[in-house]
């Protein structure tokens, strides 16, 4: 994939947004969650509302992995008050590295995280943190193969299901 770039999602960019934050949640957890836990997620979690408030949030970024024209996976990451948790303003949160399935192994994902990477370095935080279900054993491998270590659990609600994510940081 040497063709790939990443760039910055703006407002024009929301209908892509929408459709690839929903086609990659969906792909990553359908199997392991109820259709009805999921149709909720998925219409809450991506309203053109929601991602209208989070685009247009100062403290908030995402990122296109582009191929060709073709959208194929994208990164959130959150600062300061934006963050889901902790909000410490001496670190970042990667709040969502998401690729389509037909792109798992492609390097996407690394290339996605090494612009985090880039972003907390230009930012000078002290350290990275994210959440990560603990039935996701493939994503908590990527994220100890990048220098994460496990320092709490917290509650994610997907519909009416509460699941734990593991929360990993690594210090910069």
């Known amino acids: 994939m040497k063709n790939m770039e990443i760039r910055r999602v703006t407002l024009h960019d929301i209908k892509l947004l929408q459709e690839i934050g929903r086609n990659t949640f969906l792909e990553t957890f359908s199997e392991s969650n109820t259709e009805e836990n999921m149709v909720k997620y998925l219409a809450e979690g991506f309203s053109i ?17 582009v191929n060709e024209q073709d959208v194929v996976g ?58 990560v279900w603990e039935e996701n054993p493939r994503a908590i491998r990527f994220y100890e193969k990048n220098g994460f270590v496990e320092f ?3 509650i994610f609600k997907l519909g009416e299901d509460e699941q734990t994510d593991i929360m990993m940081k690594k210090n910069m």
């Open 152 to 154: 709490d659990k917290h």
């Open 49 to 65: 509302e929601k991602l209208t408030e989070e685009l247009n949030n100062a403290h908030s970024e995402f990122y296109f992995a």
């Open 74 to 131: 994208y990164l959130k990451l959150n600062f300061g008050a934006s963050q889901t948790e902790l909000k410490d303003s001496s670190s970042l949160e990667i709040e969502r590295i998401y690729v389509l399935r037909k792109y798992h192994g492609k390097k996407v994902g690394q290339v996605l995280y090494d612009k985090a990477i880039q972003v907390a370095k230009e930012k000078k935080v002290n350290y990275i943190w994210l959440g």
